[in-house]
C-alpha cells in the first residue's frame, strides 16, 4: 500500500506560479497529476516513468507545467507557470507501483494503483 500526501495548492492570480508537491510511502513505477472541477471528469496534466525517460502532459498545460520527481525522496512535483483561471481545480497526484507504463499511458487514470487526497488550485481573474 503507498499512500500520496499532496501540498502546495493556494490561491493565485492570473499569470502566477504555483508548485505542488506529492510524497509517496513507498516505491513508484511512476506518477502523475490529475485535476478535477465540480460536475466535470477529472482530466490528465502530466505524469513521468520512475526513470524520468517518459513524461507526458495535456496539450493545455504543455510549455506552461513542468512534472519532476525526486526518486531519493519519492515525491513528485507539478511546477505550474502562467496559471490561467481554466487551470482552477483540485489536483489530484497518483501513483502506479505495479507493472509497466508506456509514455501515451501516463495520461490514463486506470493506470494508476494509487490516489491521493487532492489540493485545491484556484486561479483569480
Known amino acids: 500500500q503507498v499512500q500520496l500526501v499532496e501540498s502546495g495548492g493556494g490561491l493565485v492570480q492570473t499569470g502566477g506560479s504555483l508548485r505542488l508537491s506529492c510524497a509517496a510511502s513507498?516505491?513508484?513505477?511512476?506518477m502523475g497529476w490529475f485535476r478535477q472541477v465540480p460536475g466535470k471528469e477529472r482530466e490528465f496534466v502530466a505524469g513521468m516513468t520512475w526513470s524520468g525517460l517518459s513524461t507526458n502532459y495535456a496539450d493545455s498545460v504543455k510549455g506552461r507545467f513542468t512534472i519532476s520527481r525526486d526518486n531519493a525522496r519519492n515525491t513528485v512535483s507539478l511546477q505550474m507557470n502562467s496559471l490561467k483561471p481554466e487551470d482552477t481545480a483540485v489536483y489530484f497526484c497518483?501513483?502506479?507501483?505495479?507493472?509497466?507504463?508506456?509514455?501515451?499511458?501516463?495520461?490514463?487514470?486506470?493506470?494508476?494503483?494509487?490516489w491521493g487526497q487532492g489540493t485545491q488550485v484556484t486561479v483569480s481573474s
Open positions: 513507498g516505491r513508484t513505477l511512476a
Open positions: 497518483a501513483a502506479k507501483s505495479r507493472g509497466l507504463i508506456g509514455t501515451k499511458s501516463l495520461a490514463v487514470g486506470a493506470q494508476y494503483d494509487y
